[in-house]
C-alpha cells in the first residue's frame, strides 16, 4: 500500500518560519509528482507549491519568494520551507503525491496525505 504523510506543522508568531516536510512510503520501484496544498477552513483546496516538467519550481503568487520546496525523487520526500509567515498562511497543509510509474499497479495513482496544520498568530 502507498501512504503519504505530512510533518512540521504547528504554531507560530507573524515572521516566523517553519519546514513541511512529506514522505511517500510505497515500494521501491515507485516514484512520484509531489507538490502542497493547503485548505482554509470552508474553501476549496488550493495550490501551493510543486514543481514543472522539467523539474523547475513553481508557487502560488501569494507564497513566492517566502516558500522554498525541495524534493528528493530517488527517496519520494518533499520539504517545504515557509519563511516570514503571515496570518494569511494559517490553514491545513497538505501533501499530493501522483504517480509516474503507471506501468506498475501497486504504485497506484493520486494519493493525499492527512494534512498538517500551521497556524500563524499576529
Known amino acids: 500500500p502507498v501512504h503519504v504523510e505530512e510533518s512540521g506543522g504547528g504554531s507560530v508568531q507573524d515572521g516566523g518560519s517553519l519546514t513541511l516536510s512529506c514522505t511517500v512510503s510505497?515500494?521501491?520501484?515507485?516514484?512520484?509528482?509531489m507538490s502542497w496544498y493547503r485548505q482554509f477552513p470552508g474553501k476549496e483546496r488550493e495550490f501551493v507549491s510543486g514543481?514543472?516538467?522539467?523539474?523547475?519550481?513553481t508557487y502560488a503568487k501569494s507564497v513566492e519568494g517566502r516558500f522554498t520546496i525541495s524534493q528528493d525523487g530517488a527517496k519520494n520526500t518533499m520539504t517545504l520551507q515557509m519563511n516570514n509567515l503571515k496570518p494569511d498562511d494559517t490553514a491545513m497543509y497538505y501533501c499530493?503525491?501522483?504517480?509516474?510509474?503507471?506501468?506498475?499497479?501497486?504504485?497506484?495513482?493520486?494519493?493525499w496525505g492527512q494534512g498538517t496544520q500551521v497556524t500563524v498568530s499576529s
Open positions: 510505497a515500494e521501491d520501484v515507485c516514484k512520484y509528482d
Open positions: 514543481f514543472d516538467s522539467i523539474g523547475g519550481t
Open positions: 499530493k503525491a501522483d504517480s509516474k510509474t503507471t506501468w506498475y499497479p501497486t504504485c497506484g495513482g493520486r494519493y
